[in-house]
């Protein structure tokens, strides 16, 4: 009787791995990936069942096609716009003598990124937290057109909501206010920037999100301040 048990249970286990190889197959060359990533994948689904496949969930399976089209179809006319509006902005500016190192610099990042460099750049080191959010609420104040901000974390907390209700003042005096940030990196969630949605600024959570199912990547972050 035992050993009929034991026979059946080895089946079931080996008709589970053999569905969980399969999926592990399907799972990883339904889409293009590098030889490493392939190799590191398979491992860990094929030897870790069940439990590989809940991490490939949340860290395996990249960003969606369709956001990356979305991004991609404006990409090129939005480099262009930027291009031409750094080119004009620069006019303003005395040419000046380009070293090898400079020109070297200039060209790797038009080759790689079409990424132009603008003249005229002022550049402050802040070495503590009081002086730089003293700085950024003075500019906040100031703005007298637009207000755009990314942050990797947001905090509920007093400098959080100081950061919120500065964004609801200038949006209230019609300044255009927009704000991306990270579900994941802060404690906050869309309902902490009702106010300012309601003054007319636009808030928007990065690519990533807290929804478990459609969009969680936990590999995939906002890690800009600007």
């Known amino acids: 009787m035992f050993a009929k048990e034991f026979d059946i249970l080895y089946q079931v286990l080996v008709f589970l791995i053999t569905i969980n190889t399969i999926g592990a197959f399907i799972t990883i060359f339904r889409r293009p990936r590098s030889i490493a990533s392939i190799f590191a994948w398979m491992m860990t689904l094929v030897f870790i069942p069940g439990f590989g496949f809940l991490l490939y969930l949340f860290c395996g399976r990249g960003i969606d096609g369709e956001i990356v089209y979305k991004y991609a179809e404006k990409y090129q006319g939005r480099i262009t716009e930027i291009n031409r509006s750094i080119q004009e902005h620069n006019l303003q500016y005395h040419q000046t003598v380009k070293t090898p190192e400079s020109k070297l610099l200039k060209n790797y990042f038009r080759n790689t990124e079409e990424s132009p460099l603008s003249k005229g750049n002022d550049i402050v080191f802040y070495t503590d937290g009081n002086s730089k959010f003293k700085s950024l609420f003075d500019d ?53 920037f009702k106010s300012l949605i309601q003054a007319g600024g636009e808030v928007v959570p990065f690519i990533t999100s807290r929804n478990l199912i459609k969009k969680t990547r936990l590999n995939y972050h906002l890690h800009r301040k600007i």
């Open 140 to 192: 906040i104040l100031n703005a007298k057109h637009h207000i755009h901000i990314e942050y990797y974390a947001i905090f509920h907390d007093e400098i959080g909501t100081q950061l919120r209700d500065l964004l609801v003042r200038k949006a209230k005096e019609g300044v255009e206010v927009r704000l991306i940030f990270d579900p994941w990196g802060g404690n906050v969630t869309m309902r902490f």
